[in-house]
């Protein structure tokens, strides 16, 4: 299959640019766009046809739910059976943005995408490219992130260029995303609002809204063996090919740790790379040396994540060391995906 690559610059966005990928959507086709959070891989979310070509171009298992992106409040009506009053005020507040909100399904969203789930997984993106397509495909457009499944999801055109070209009709080019890792999930069917997936919307910020807010045990990733209520958690999603190790701690000692751990592989003949902030970046001796972000705007953190750690795969790099980036709201998501990206191998050093 021909991949047409459509560029389209957010500040200077030009809608009609997206015409002939909405038209390729309505024909049953699939397009990757730009979200806030991650690039994702859309088709027709009511058509069953849609949903099994979004698995096969992925390799994803089919036991794993969709999202469905919608451009306007109301189309969450058409789809959700029931929407209590406290999924109203979240829609108010975040949407558009980086909150996906879980509801009991109507009939009309079919098993496909739901991966056989009576509940629906529903989020408005920000995007300008997003919410055109979606309005002009005239239909919800179920996406997971445009990633070869396993791989870490696609922060900017190239990634998805790398895992989906020749699989997929168009590729909407918006460059690097703003958020870089996935959104929040909260699944709204129960009493208490409840966390499957943490994002750049934050149990705080969700708790001035709603009041209390519970979190899925199997996010806290103590106890490995707890089964995550969002199917895709459960995956091993996000390793990158070199074995990463996050060091945590004290500064002084993470760097000196790193370097010694650095040494020691390096000395057996292996490749090594550190993921470094900003900050630390000029203080570790390996050959590869990777910046994330700052750590005194943690957006640039999750925003740079999923880069670097493909970058590490292009470059060989056979042990990563990384240093932890753990802290209040989004240094949870960022260290929710970095330790599963690590297999939960984590070193401390207080
Ligand atoms: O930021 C995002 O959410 C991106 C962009 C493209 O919108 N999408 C994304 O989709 O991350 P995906 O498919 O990679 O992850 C969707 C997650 C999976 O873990 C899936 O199991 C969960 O959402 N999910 C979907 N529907 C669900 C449902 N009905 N109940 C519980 N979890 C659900
Ligand atoms: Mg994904």
Known sequence: METKIIKCDPLNFIP?????AALAI??????????????????????????????????????????????????VYA??????????????????????????????????????????????PSHPAALE??????????????????????????HVVDDLFGRIDHIIDGGETDIGIESTIVDMTGEVPM?????YITTAMLREVVGEVDIDPAVKGVDANIR???????????????ELTIVEGETERVVKKINELVLEKEKEGFRCGVLASAEQYESYDADIVLKVGS?????????G??????????????YIFSESFSGEGLGNAIMNRLIKAAGHRVIEVW
Not at 135 to 152: D, E, F, K, L, Q
Not at 195 to 199: D, E, K, Q
Not at 295 to 303: D, H, K, M
């Open 16 to 20: 009609e640019d997206i015409e002939p």
């Open 26 to 75: 309505k024909n049953g086709g699939l397009v990757a766009f730009p979200t806030e959070t991650v690039y994702g891989l859309g088709g027709n979310g009511l058509l069953p046809a849609a949903s099994k070509k979004i698995y096969a171009a992925k390799g994803r298992p089919s036991d794993n739910p969709l999202i469905l992106h919608i451009a306007d409040r109301q189309m």
């Open 79 to 124: 789809l959700a059976s029931e929407v209590s009053e406290k999924a109203v005020k979240l829609m108010e507040e975040f949407w558009p943005g980086p909150l996906t909100l879980v509801f009991k399904k109507k009939d009309i969203v079919p098993f496909e995408t739901t991966g056989g789930l009576d509940t629906v997984a529903i989020r408005m």
């Open 133 to 158: 397509l979606i309005r002009r495909s005239g239909c919800p457009i179920a996406a997971p992130s445009a990633n070869i499944s396993g791989r870490p999801s696609p922060s900017k055109a190239s």
């Open 195 to 199: 966390i499957l997936r943490p994002g």
């Open 228 to 242: 995550p209520k969002a199917p895709g958690m459960k995956y091993t999603h996000y390793a990158p090919k070199g």
């Open 295 to 303: 750590r005194l705007e943690p957006v640039t953190i999750s925003a």
């Open 305 to 318: 994540l999923y880069s670097v750690l493909r970058e590490f795969d292009d470059l060989e790099v056979q």
